[in-house]
């Protein structure tokens, strides 16, 4: 098995393929109600994300605003997976060389064998630039929306976009 990628190694893929980036150095941040300060200081959207699994057996990596409500009963029918639940720490280092508290969508840099879908908040989506940890919760990494679709773009993955605030509303 391959060692994932470094954060060193997540920036000199940025660098070459020309994604802009901006790291901001803190303390551990475990829950997304632990960086508020942090966030005041960094502009953009700034995220939450969730490693799941299906009861099919696939993995799949929900990345949405920080304040989203991400409703996991009412999600399978959206996205097309069978019954959700969160995905095992072994699972989540094998495909995406990441630990809990420290889920990134540039954790998709380790999924050589594109085993996770990518679901993507719209709301995310519009914002920019977006911030998520480079591959560990003791820093925030800001990109422009562009050069996030750049990222996926490099690493072959188009990402299922949700509009999960329109879920929210309809399961009012």
């Known amino acids: ?5 470094s954060r060193a190694d997540l920036f000199a893929f ?4 020309g994604v802009d980036h901006l ?7 475990f829950r997304v109600e632990e960086g508020h300060a942090i966030k ?5 959207g700034h995220t939450k994300n969730l490693f799941l699994k299906d009861n099919k057996d696939q993995l799949w990596l ?7 409500q991400v409703d996991l009963k009412a999600l399978p029918a959206v996205i097309g997976s069978g019954r959700l639940s969160f995905g095992r720490e072994e699972l989540m280092v094998e495909t ?11 954790g998709l840099i380790n999924d050589r064998e594109r085993r996770v879908r990518f679901v993507l908040d719209a709301a995310l989506a519009a914002a920019d630039p ?8 003791d820093a925030t990494t800001a990109v422009s ?13 188009e990402p299922l976009i949700v509009d999960f605030g329109a879920m929210t509303l309809a399961a009012r």
């Open 1 to 5: 098995m391959t060692a994932p990628a």
């Open 14 to 17: 940025f660098d070459r393929h």
């Open 23 to 29: 790291t901001h150095e803190h303390p551990p941040v």
């Open 40 to 44: 005041a200081a960094l502009p953009g």
């Open 62 to 68: 929900i990345s949405a605003l920080g304040e989203t």
């Open 96 to 106: 995406l060389g990441v630990t809990p508290g420290s889920v990134t969508a540039f």
């Open 130 to 137: 977006v911030n998520f940890h480079p591959l560990s919760n």
């Open 145 to 157: 929306q562009a050069g996030f679709r750049k990222f996926l773009a490099a690493l072959g993955v």
